[in-house]
């Protein structure tokens, strides 16, 4: 039997469920105060494969540019897919609501995400020096851009 995928939008009664994931998927996860502010300024969606949280993500918006702030998946469940159909559905959201680009950043280091940002469409255009904390002091991010479509695949 397939795995039933859905997304909603998160809501602060998610927070220890989504702080939980963070804690295992990133160095230096968001904080509860982030995304408490994040609930009240963006959107922020949240990712079941059946009824078990297994990620989510943050996009924001300004004019007609989109900027994907966090996605994160469940250590677990990496290596399955599921950070494309999020990310598919971050950026279909994005277009929904008039978006014709979307920004994001991502550490040097992250090679897994670059492999799926790329796989997706997003191209580099700079680094931003020291942008990260890091184990032993800063990392370099890279800037990525993807031109949104409404078909986009």
């Not at 408490?36 to 059946?50: G, I, N, P, Q, T």
């Not at 996009?59 to 599921?82: K, M, R, T």
Request: include cysteine; hydrophobic fraction near 40%; charge should be negative.
């Amino acid at each position: 039997m397939m795995a039933k995928i859905s997304f909603r939008l998160m809501q602060e009664k998610d927070l220890d469920s989504v702080l939980a994931l963070e804690q295992q998927a990133f160095t230096h996860p968001w904080t509860r105060k982030l995304y408490v502010d994040a609930l009240h300024s963006y959107e922020c969606w949240m990712l079941y494969v059946d009824e078990r949280h297994v990620g989510h993500g943050v996009i924001s918006q300004v004019l007609d540019e989109a900027h994907l702030l966090n996605i994160a998946i469940a250590v677990s469940e990496q290596g399955q897919g599921l950070g494309l159909q999020l990310l598919e559905h971050l950026m279909q959201r994005a277009s929904q609501r008039g978006c014709v680009e979307c920004f994001l950043e991502l550490r040097a280091s992250n090679k897994s995400a670059y492999r799926l940002y790329e796989r997706y469409g997003f191209n580099e255009i700079g680094r931003r020096r020291d942008y990260y904390p890091a184990p032993a002091g800063h990392e370099d991010a890279l800037v990525m851009v993807c031109t949104l479509f409404a078909d986009h695949q």
